[in-house]
């Protein structure tokens, strides 16, 4: 009998037994290997509770990081392109970085796109967080939106950044991310929180 779909929204097939819950794994401690100036990677001991075995998980330990969606008056989208040493090429991105210790997300949003574009706004709200990754990173990812962005700031760019820096209508951006031209999954899943923001201002 095929899998039929729940009121939930949950395949489950009515003559089998459901399937066991996964077990929440007991953490016995943790060591840093190796520290960088990003992140530390650490070794993080674990134990089953019902298997009773021990296993050591690697993870990456980073600071919260932020993207910003950033809407000029016009609805253009501000973006951002440089070379990533993870993919050995070009990204187109919006801004974002490393919030500071401390930080809070809309501040730490401002911030990063002031320094990465020059641009500024107004309004900055938190749209939607994600986790980075949760297989291997501890960290999270805030999304914020900011309207009415101009550009108005001198760039203040990192040591090694160098960034170009551009605006697109943001059907266009949208259209960019269904062809692929922008593959960044931090980038695609803000352009998801800020959709039904976007539907809303374009009744307006």
Known sequence: ?????????AFFCPMNKPEPKPSRWDKLGESILTRTRIF???TAHYRHPVRNAERDFYVVHSPDWVNVIALTPDHQLVLVRQFRFGVDDFSIEIPGGVMDLGEEPVAAGLRELREETGYAGQNARIIGRVHSNPAILSNA????????????EALQWDTDEEIEV???????VFAM???????????LDALFYFWPYWLEIKKG
């Open 1 to 9: 009998m095929p899998p039929e779909l729940s009121s939930r929204g």
């Open 40 to 42: 530390d990677l650490r």
């Open 141 to 152: 990812c805030h999304f914020v939106f900011v309207e009415l962005a101009v550009r108005s």
């Open 166 to 172: 551009v605006t697109a209508p943001v059907d266009e």
């Open 177 to 187: 991310a269904h062809s692929r031209q922008i593959t960044h999954s931090l980038v």
